[in-house]
């Protein structure tokens, strides 16, 4: 098992922080870090600058929203960030959600399955220099009866096959993820609640042939993002992670379509994750947070003492997690370089590292 580092969203005073986390996580042998975005900070530009500041560590979209971008401006952009970086770019891609896509790039939400297939078809080619010629349900290129004309990409990009992520919550797009893409992207997981989504990525990689028949995610790269805080006391240690556990269970989406809420009744929280979405769509966000299930934090995260925190990597290096992407939670620059250093020692001291 490797670690990666996601370094959330920019531009909020943090920057200066982010960047002496990078270099620490560059220095110290850290696989990846990833950039987000979702209507601030965009994750290309950020990438960039901290390309330009580290040596070896991957460079992870974590993600580019695919309603954002065409599907040739992607590939563009990746080639070009995998040129300038020596071939560190790692592609992450996700659909969003309804009130993103909608409210912020004004792109229809619908038949976001079917879009993805296309849209990564679509970048794979251009990725390969063809020339690139599409009839699809979504997307046709080029447009028919004008002017336009099947083009190839200028530059050539470092690397044969630049790595493709996809993010997905919900069981159908995790699927989709094991048939098209190199890895998988995940957000709130548990490794005690993980063995459906597994079998999932399990199906489309059987669907796509790849893998091998004894293991169908040899090769593939499973890597949730997973807060980190140390703290002797766990309600402590869970508190900083409610308003974002209510924010995402609660409020992200509309009440009809939250994958997240939906995640969270898959794993057994059904009337808790009723309770934080009421709260927090009555714009009682402090009682959401205060109404997130310490289990539910505590499943999805790594917190607690140093010993204890050890303990539970096994968990994940055992549901298959093949990149541990933490997030360095804490007050100071300082506590969240503890994080970055102490998480590189536990996992050399439990023998799980790659």
Do not use: C
């Not at 020596?86 to 792109?107: D, I, K, M």
């Not at 980190?228 to 309600?235: G, K, M, P, Y």
């Not at 898959?266 to 769509?281: I, S």
């Not at 289990?295 to 140093?306: A, H, K, M, V």
């Amino acid at each position: 098992m490797k670690l990666g580092l996601n370094l959330g969203y920019w531009g909020a005073g943090n920057d200066a922080d982010n960047i002496a986390l990078a270099q620490e996580a560059d220095r110290i042998g850290y696989s990846v870090v990833w950039a987000a975005e979702a209507y601030g900070s965009d994750a290309a530009t950020v990438l960039s600058w901290v390309g330009a500041l580290t040596e070896n560590v991957d460079l992870g979209a974590a993600v580019m929203q695919i309603p954002a971008r065409t599907p040739a401006m992607t590939a563009m952009t990746a080639a070009t960030l995998d040129t300038l970086s020596s071939g560190r770019f790692r592609l992450g891609l996700g659909v969003s959600g309804p009130q993103v896509s909608e409210g912020w790039h004004g792109v229809k939400f619908d038949a976001p399955l079917g879009r993805t297939r296309e849209y990564v078809d679509i970048v794979r080619m251009a990725l390969r220099r063809e020339t690139v010629a599409y009839q699809g349900k979504h997307w046709t290129l080029p447009l028919p009866d004008g002017p336009g004309k099947a083009l190839k990409m200028t530059i050539h990009p470092v690397r044969e096959h630049l790595p493709i992520y996809l993010a997905a919550v919900g069981p159908k797009n995790v699927e989709l993820a094991g048939e098209i893409a190199d890895g998988w992207l995940a957000v709130f997981f548990s490794p005690e609640h993980s063995g459906e989504l597994l079998s999932s990525l399990s199906v489309g990689r059987a669907r796509a042939d790849r893998g091998t028949e004894q293991d169908r995610l040899a090769g593939f790269d499973v890597v949730p993002t997973v807060p980190v805080i140390f703290n002797d006391d766990l309600e402590a240690a869970a508190a900083p992670l409610r308003f974002y556990s209510a924010l995402y269970v609660g409020g992200m989406g509309s009440r009809e379509k939250n994958f997240y809420n939906a995640l969270a009744v898959r794993m057994g929280f059904e009337e808790a994750a009723a309770k934080v979405q009421d709260l927090f769509l009555a714009k009682q966000h402090r009682e959401a947070a205060a109404a997130v299930p310490l289990d539910f934090i505590d499943q999805t995260s790594l917190i607690g003492t140093r010993d204890r925190v050890k303990d539970r990597l096994s968990r994940y290096a055992s549901a298959g997690v093949t990149t541990l992407t933490i997030a360095a939670e804490g007050a100071s620059l300082e506590d969240r370089l503890h994080v970055v250093r102490t998480m590189a020692e536990l996992l050399d001291e439990s023998g799980l590292g790659d």
